[in-house]
């Protein structure tokens, strides 16, 4: 299985359990093949080049869901837009830059490390997750984990990485703070802002994101 990885802290504990699960130095290759941001990560998995992967909320409508994504519920910190005059899309991005619209909010979208730092800098912007709590009370779905044919290996892998709380090794969470320049502490808050299990009022959050995407309508 050819994993597409979305190399972002937000998905730092699903990582780890993947290392762990998947004990083979084969099948931890395949984890690392096509680490990328979420947007090429939505294309490498489009082309086939890429089995299973985090897919972008906007692109994943119709695909296989094993009922886990990236959610927050309120602030996420890491989904930003920096108001001006003018719209500026995060290339990286694709679900955000549709949320942004949604929102009718104009400005620069950042999103993942960069904007996390930004936020923990005390950068003034808006935290499109929160934007969309307080407008539909709902949680924000970023992506879903999503394969391209019934994949039994990785609905056992969901099931089993639902049930298990996940400890982040204190030199992998050293690693991390090195590789994105935000301190260990800070990583541990932020990861409080995500939720990785799709209830049925993250599923709601989706739909209703889907609907209005698909009508171009602003909340």
Known sequence: MRFGRIDYLNLLPFHVFMKRYLRSSQAQMMLRYGANVPSQINRDYRSGKVDAAFISSIRAKREKHVGLGIIADGA????????????????????????AEILGLQGRVLIGDPALRAYLSGAQAFDLALEWKRRTGLPFVFAVLSTRRKNSAMIRLARIFKRQPVKIPHY?????????????????????????????????GLHRFWRLAKNKKQL
Do not use: C, K
């Not at 996420?76 to 949320?99: G, H, I, K, R, Y």
């Not at 703070?177 to 993250?202: C, E, F, K, T, V």
């Open 76 to 99: 996420v910190q890491s989904v930003l837009l920096f108001p001006s005059d003018s719209s500026l899309p995060d290339t990286a991005s694709e679900t955000s830059n549709v949320l």
């Open 172 to 204: 992998l969470l050293q690693r991390a703070a090195l590789r994105s320049g935000i301190p260990p502490a800070a990583i541990l808050a932020y990861l409080r802002h995500i939720n990785y299990q799709m209830d049925h009022r993250s599923w709601r």
